[in-house]
């Protein structure tokens, strides 16, 4: 595809205009249309956390996560640039090594006083297959530089999340996923690995050797050893048209089930104490022009804040002067490559919460989430529902069930303890499943109860890895052991 404009890459964050619109009324007195106001700024960073680098002789390096609400000192971070190295690091570290890439997981899992690992160094497309439709990486990739280099080969991965800064070790083994009723999670399309073990070794998996391992590696929470090498199913590169469109948000709760029927990928985005819900759609586009209408999604998330600080004491006033400029009928397209439409980068920080329901659940449940929302006035930031398609890895979220993904956030630097206090009990009435790198607090005995697998995993877990090596507090935990 080609296109006379300068590329970039189109923040899906575009429903969050009615919002803007209507702190822009306010401020500007505007009537009846939805107009834009300055915006004062608010905290933002790149996508990632910073890339850690090898540790200087004598000093302790210290480390935080994307939000900022994880941090450690470890006692050497360490970039391997191939196995040979990593092998090295792995036999000669004590125990609670721990991998680390973008930074972008909310819960404990990379903090560590002892070694971390980043696989920064071992980056890249080793080889693609058009023919074959696979591909094999270094597990060190981010999904941007992925979906990049496999275009040039002419082939593209199946679907992607809302951003693309992760590396694909790290996406993979926190089952991170897109949107779409028979689109699976990223991990589902691994068809073989390398898996280094504690002990520096290398165990080769696929679907034809070592299955139950690769079933295992897929979803492991960097507990199984690292994951050094992947090899994946692709499709032809292909293009994407995607709309975004507003509707009242009882009709879009009504009419959701069937609009995920109806297009490859659909989401939708409940916009607080507004009354209105954005949906997005991506629909296969066979022709070669290119559409990118210019985004200033940042802003408008900004505009939502204002708006909230302004009326936040009178939710039913925010629903009122909602209803009166909110224009339903406006709506944005987008026409592009795949991976330039379905990823986005979040410069704005936040702390988030999201659980897997069983699909057939999910309007029910994500009713309930709202419902306890309209409850807290401060809450400003938009809730994301999504659709995922079953697959069989032992500690997928979507094992052995389609599901309907509802993620709740809290702007940095705003309380989020109501996220685990308050959304976390609804959640759980509806059997679901956490996100591993988004907050909850599922204790073990739960979770062996959630995942028909969770006691073979931790069988395996043990056999590779005895002494606990690949374990840090946050997991000891997670799993209930004390040793090993």
Known sequence: MTDTQSPRRQDRRTVLKAGAGVAAAL????????????????????????????????????????????????????????????ASLLRGAGPGVRCVGAGHSFTGLVPTDSTLISLDRMSGVISADAARNTA???????????????????????????????????????????TGRTLQALHADVIGMRLMTPDGNVIECSEQRNPELLSAARVSLGSLGVVTQVTLRTVPSFNLHRRVFLKPLQAMLDEAPTLAKQHRNFEFYYLPFTGYAAGITHDLYEAGDVLTPHSADEDMLRDLRRLRDWLGRFPQLRRWVAAKLIDVNQTEDAKNRSWKLLSTQRPTRFNETECHVPQE?????????????????????????????????????????????????????????????????????YAGRPHWGKLHDVSPAQLAALYPRWGDFQALRRSLDPQGKMLNPYLRKLFGVEHG
């Open 27 to 86: 401020a500007l007195g505007g009537q009846g249309r939805l107009v834009r106001a300055a915006s004062t700024p608010v905290a933002t960073s790149p996508s990632t956390a910073s890339t850690p680098a090898a540790s200087p002789t004598g000093s302790r390096q210290r480390w935080q996560n994307w939000s900022g609400i994880h941090t450690c000192q470890p006692s050497a971070i360490d970039t391997p640039a191939d196995e040979g190295e990593l």
């Open 361 to 429: 659940q999910g309007i029910a449940c994500v009713r309930d989430v709202i419902a306890k929302l309209e409850t807290r006035n401060e809450v400003f930031f938009p809730l994301e529902f999504r659709f995922v398609k079953a697959d069989d890895a032992w500690l997928s979220p979507f094992h052995g069930r389609d599901s309907c993904s509802i993620a709740v956030h809290a702007a940095q630097g705003e309380p989020f303890d109501y996220l685990l206090s308050e959304i976390g009990p609804i959640y759980r009435k």
């Open 136 to 178: 094999t990486l270094h597990a060190g990739t981010r999904l941007a530089l992925l979906s990049r280099q496999l275009d040039a080969q002419g082939v593209a991965m199946r679907n992607l999340p809302d951003i693309d800064a992760q590396s694909f070790a790290g996406a993979i083994a926190t089952a991170t996923h897109g």
